[in-house]
């Protein structure tokens, strides 16, 4: 009996490798080739998974695999509408929710490879003021508001936090927009306690252009901006 269990317990340590670069392969595949019925993820989130910042496509590269999986489940479940995810999404099963939340997972995020950045353009340039606007907001917050710094929630750097609170940095100012509006409208929804409808609803059209335009290219503060 011993010995069996003993066998049994080595053949999983061997299997558990190989399932995990199988998972990866699977990953890959998705993203790069798609499946049947499903689009390579690369056709709208880049080569990369850097995002594409002229048609408002997120980031993926760098994001937390648990954010990404619950994204994916929300999409299939119709919790979190958008016509193109959502046909995507329910095309997979389990395993290939799982597979390509942890190949992106594993891609190098904005502030390791910061050259894959889709806002090739540094905002700070063609829009000083609003870009510190948006730096302070997304590190300070607004407290006359009652608007909280971006990244208290979302990790230091905006990195993002599993499984709620995805990486921040990085993501194209289109769809950091559209998504603060989404929150705003309740199009969006699927948020823990209803937390960003509340951060949305507080913050005006020029913080939301303002901290959008931050994030798709955030700096840290100098020391004597603190």
């Not at 999983?12 to 995990?20: G, K």
């Not at 059209?205 to 840290?220: F, G, K, M, Q, R």
């Amino acid at each position: 009996m011993k010995v069996k269990l003993a066998r049994l317990i080595m053949s999983l340590s061997m299997a558990m490798p190989m399932l995990s670069a199988q998972a990866e392969v699977t990953g890959a595949a998705l993203a790069q080739q798609g499946a049947p019925s499903v689009p390579a993820c690369l056709s709208c989130h880049g080569a990369r998974g850097e995002g594409l910042a002229a048609a408002g496509f997120p980031r993926l590269a760098g994001q937390p695999a648990a954010y990404l999986e619950k994204q994916l489940r929300a999409f299939a479940g119709g919790q979190r509408v958008n016509p193109q995810m959502q046909g995507v999404a329910s095309a997979l099963d389990d395993s290939q929710i799982r597979a390509v939340a942890a190949y992106y997972g594993k891609l190098p995020g904005w502030q390791a490879a910061p050259s894959a950045n889709p806002a090739a353009a540094n905002p700070a340039v063609a829009a000083p003021e609003a870009w510190k606007r948006g730096q302070k907001l997304a590190i300070r917050g607004n407290w006359n508001k009652e608007i909280p710094a971006c990244f208290a929630c979302h990790g230091p750097a905006g990195a993002g936090v599993a499984p709620h609170f995805p990486a921040l940095s990085g993501q194209p100012a289109a769809y950091t927009r559209s998504q603060l509006k989404a929150w705003q409208s309740g199009t969006r929804t699927h948020d823990p306690q209803g937390l960003m409808k509340s951060v949305a609803l507080r913050m005006s059209p020029a913080e939301i252009d303002a901290v959008s335009a931050y994030l798709a290219n955030p700096l840290p503060m100098s020391r004597e901006e603190r």
